[in-house]
């Protein structure tokens, strides 16, 4: 959910706004919103983050202990910055030298120990050498004509040789040219060794000076600061000829009482308005759905005024992940892998949010009957690792008639109609909210037109696709519930939906003019929802291709146990080398599938608009760096 917001002027007099400032900055609750400042002020941004992340490349020499200085670093975070600003210029110029002579020692090694001095005295005599390299059978098939050449070495098919010339440039041949040192290898070697220890002492440097983290942190804090501060200075408006300043900020709503007694201890003028379309989003979410609002993110955070949506997608996208992967052997990995990065600060985040998708696919591989790409149960004729799975694997294959039945493409659809449907319900509270109650009538009767349709085409076992009172998803009996509807309740719903539909689809449009506009959204509405259905079916794909990919590899593997000749070591590596890959293409397609899902068809109907900023309150830190 979105936490509500409250709008904020204070009043101060110009001759304590940097009393003020430093207050306000202290409380940590105000948001300001620096986005709309002029370039000379974003530069102030710019500055810290540099900063920030020339100390982040720095940390990395922290545990080296041989032969470091002993320097007097400055307090002052300008001069600081400028010092490491300087050195970490000089460093990573000592790297390119280092790189280029190491480059340059490569050419000067294909010569060994030639004099350059003779090869200069030769060409003051109007001979000039140039080293060829290239392949040994070519060189012996080519034609070199009036150009003489003298082979030197030989390295199994390549081979070096000089070419004898009286011109300065070299002669067109097809094969590498090398250019000849300007230098002995002896005098390229002493200043690699050179630039190496300059290298050295700069990093042993760098190790020192990161070893002063208590320095450093209260550098980079008194910058980020003062850069808070002076930016908020700016967003500042002056009245009553400059004698008071205005400042325009946003809080959470529950913290209201925090700031009326910081402005009453202070005695700060203020008021306190509600929150604009444009306040600031923050989103607050229990475990685990707060997990999910990385996800909300990625695409972008919602408008203040629109509901987040992070509690709506986050159930199906866990589900979709797992029907997509589908595979309990997988799934048993993702918790491992998930339970390991638990343990590690930075990542666990990521841990609890994989241990929950690692669980949804242990949970679809066993109601898909799926372990390691072979049968978890033994259903049928198809025999499983254990038997009499009908009660477990719910949504596995089954065959009747000679014909296979998929009960997860059933699912996958199913769960797409009720994405689609939530979407809407969400939509119609959206627009409730932004625009009025009349606004929210075009989504919840074309939902009532579709549960219409549904109904209808189940009476009447529409073109025999399979909507018919006998349809069944799993254990759960879809065809009866909808036919349980009666038929001509359906009839009367759908005609009252059409003309809600035909009415009121937008009613800021003339009532006279919107029935015909209303006619083609709703043809629009109709093809879009077909195509939006229709993609659910990706995820039945992705299980039953992931499965098909998984028990190849593991008929390939126990083809080669049988061999006489390494067959147990082949068909291990077969296993672990194929459900490898099998693993990483399938957990591919179950992030990008569900995020397409999310992105697209539940955001389409949601109407999604998006483009919140997020919640960042003026607030005093003390060590930045370890906020990574």
């Not at 890959?581 to 998006?610: D, I, Q």
Request: glycine content about 6%; hydrophobic content about 50%.
């Amino acid at each position: 959910m979105i936490a509500a917001m409250r709008q904020i002027v204070f009043f101060v007099p110009e001759k304590e706004k940097k009393l003020f400032l430093r207050k306000l900055q202290s409380l940590g609750i105000v948001d300001v919103d620096w986005q709309s400042l002029p370039t000379r002020n974003q530069t102030l941004l710019q500055k810290q983050e540099e900063l920030l992340a020339l100390w982040k490349k720095i940390r990395k020499f922290r545990n080296q202990k041989q032969n470091l200085p002993r320097i007097k670093l400055v307090a002052s975070f300008l001069l600081l910055h400028e010092f490491l600003s300087k050195e970490w210029d000089t460093y990573e110029k000592l790297l390119k030298a280092l790189s280029e002579l190491q480059e340059e020692r490569k050419e000067a090694a294909l010569w060994k120990n030639t004099d350059p001095e003779k090869y200069f005295s030769l060409a003051r005599h109007g001979l000039y050498l140039f080293l060829y390299s290239g392949s040994y059978r070519f060189f012996k098939k080519y034609r070199f004509d009036k150009i003489k050449t003298l082979l030197i070495r030989r390295e199994k098919d390549h081979v070096y040789f000089l070419v004898f010339s009286e011109e300065k440039n070299p002669p067109k041949i097809p094969f590498v040219l090398h250019r000849f040192p300007s230098r002995s290898l002896a005098e390229i070697e002493n200043d690699i060794v050179f630039l190496e220890e300059k290298i050295k002492e700069k990093e042993a440097l760098f190790a020192y000076v990161s070893q002063q983290e208590e320095l450093l942190a209260r550098s980079l804090a008194a910058l980020h600061n003062q850069t808070q501060r002076e930016l908020t200075l700016a967003k500042m408006q002056h009245v009553l000829e400059n004698r008071v300043i205005i400042l325009r900020g946003y809080f959470p709503k529950e913290k209201e009482q925090s700031i009326r007694e910081f402005c009453a201890q202070n005695e700060f003028a203020y008021a306190i308005l509600p929150a604009s379309k444009d306040a600031p989003v923050l989103l607050k979410n229990p475990p685990p759905l707060g997990l999910f609002e990385n996800i909300t993110r990625l695409f972008s955070l919602p408008s203040y005024q629109e509901v987040d949506p992070t509690p709506f997608f986050a159930p199906f996208f866990t589900v979709f992940f797992g029907l997509a992967l589908a595979d309990a052997g997988y799934g048993l990995l993702l918790i491992i892998a998930s339970l390991v990065l638990l343990r590690h600060k930075d990542w666990k985040t990521i841990g609890k949010l994989g241990f929950i998708l690692g669980s949804a696919t242990l949970v679809a591989g066993i109601l898909l009957n799926s372990f390691f790409g072979k049968n978890l149960f033994t259903l049928g004729s198809q025999a499983g690792i254990f038997p009499h799975g009908e009660k477990i694997a719910l949504f596995a294959a089954y065959t009747v008639q000679g014909k296979t039945v998929y009960p997860a493409l059933s699912l996958a659809l199913l769960l797409g109609v009720l994405q689609i449907s939530v979407a809407l319900f969400l939509q119609a509270f959206n627009e409730a909210h932004r625009k009025g109650l009349a606004f929210s009538i075009r989504p919840i009767s074309f939902f009532i037109i579709l549960l219409s349709l549904f109904v209808l085409a189940t009476h009447s076992r529409f073109l025999s696709l399979g909507l018919d009172p006998e349809l069944t998803v799993g254990p759960w009996r879809v065809g009866y519930w909808l036919s349980s509807i009666p038929a001509d309740l359906a009839y009367f719903l759908f005609g009252v939906a059409l003309l809600a539909f035909l009415f009121f689809h937008n009613p800021s449009q003339s009532i006279l003019k919107r029935p015909l506009a209303a006619l083609w959204e709703l043809y629009q509405l109709a093809t879009g929802f077909l195509g939006d259905f229709l993609s659910y079916i990706r995820l039945f794909a992705l299980a039953l291709s992931g499965g098909l990919l998984g028990n190849a590899f593991n008929q390939i593997a126990f083809m080669l146990q049988e061999s006489p000749v390494w067959g147990v070591s082949l068909s291990v590596l077969v296993l672990v080398v194929g459900h490898a890959l099998n693993f990483a293409l399938s957990l591919l397609g179950a992030v990008v599938h569900p995020l397409r899902l999310t992105f697209v068809e539940f955001y389409k109907n949601l109407g999604f608009h998006g483009g919140g900023r997020a919640y960042e309150p003026f607030r005093r830190i003390s060590y930045p760096i370890t906020q990574e």
